[in-house]
């Protein structure tokens, strides 16, 4: 089982079409896969709801609630077989349960917006998790996304001077393009879209994909800590 958390303590930065896209691309390979949801907006439960039945299967986590009478282990529990789960971080985690969050995953993927305010948001974050929650030591990959990019810009010149100070792969760029908001709205992947639907630009956002989804099946470095599986009589 290999997992992937999508993560950025800054809010509005694209984790969810990230996680979605990642968990619609497991699933189109016939891998079991699972979509926990641990933002309290739930855009990853309602993009699930959204996802036709006639696609590969998704299984969802509502991981934001917590209901009463029941162990937060059996509330997050997944499917006996399941291959990739893929976890959809709130805004603003912090401290022990940022820690959990790492300590579950194989590899960690940061979106970042090319703004101002969120390459120094982003900054500070990234500080702490390498710092803090010392991923390096406990052999989980860290990998950038920049996301909802627009070349040309003075913003964009800025993020690229950010990302290559910092000692993490930067793993692609994702332009901001109409075929994403398509694809969110239909509950699907952008490389699941009927071409008869999509914009021109689709070639071109799915070869963005590529370099990402080759890092993140490069392979893990070490054995995170158990998802609790539901029994077999279930």
């Not at 991981?63 to 077989?81: F, I, K, N, Q």
């Not at 993927?109 to 991923?135: Q, T």
């Not at 690229?160 to 792969?169: C, G, M």
Request: glycine content about 6%.
């Amino acid at each position: 089982m290999r997992r992937v958390l999508v993560l950025n303590v800054k809010g509005g930065c694209g984790k969810t079409t990230i996680a979605t896209n990642i968990a619609s691309h497991y699933a189109c390979r016939g891998l079991r896969t699972v979509l926990m949801d641990f933002d309290p907006q739930a855009s990853s439960t309602q993009w699930l709801q959204q996802r036709p039945e006639n696609l590969p299967p998704i299984h969802g986590v509502a991981a934001y609630r917590r209901p009463g009478g029941v162990t937060s282990a059996w509330h997050l529990r997944v499917p006996p077989g399941t291959d990739r789960i893929v976890m959809d971080a709130p805004a603003g985690v912090a401290g022990l349960e940022l820690m959990d969050m790492v300590r579950q995953a194989n590899e960690v993927v940061i979106p970042v917006l090319p703004s101002a305010i969120d390459i120094r948001a982003s900054a500070d974050f990234i500080r702490d998790l390498l710092l803090k929650c010392k991923v390096r030591s406990r052999g989980v990959r860290v990998g950038l996304v920049a996301n909802r990019v627009r070349r040309s810009t003075a913003v964009y010149d800025a993020l690229r001077r950010f990302l290559a100070a910092l000692d993490l792969p930067l793993l692609t760029e994702l332009r901001d393009g109409e075929n994403y908001l398509l694809a969110a709205d239909l509950g699907v992947g952008v490389h699941e879209l009927a071409r008869e639907m999509a914009a021109e630009s689709l070639d071109a956002d799915l070869s963005q994909w590529q370099p990402l989804l080759h890092w993140l099946e490069a392979g893990p470095r070490h054995t995170p800590a158990p998802v609790p599986a539901y029994s077999q009589r279930y």
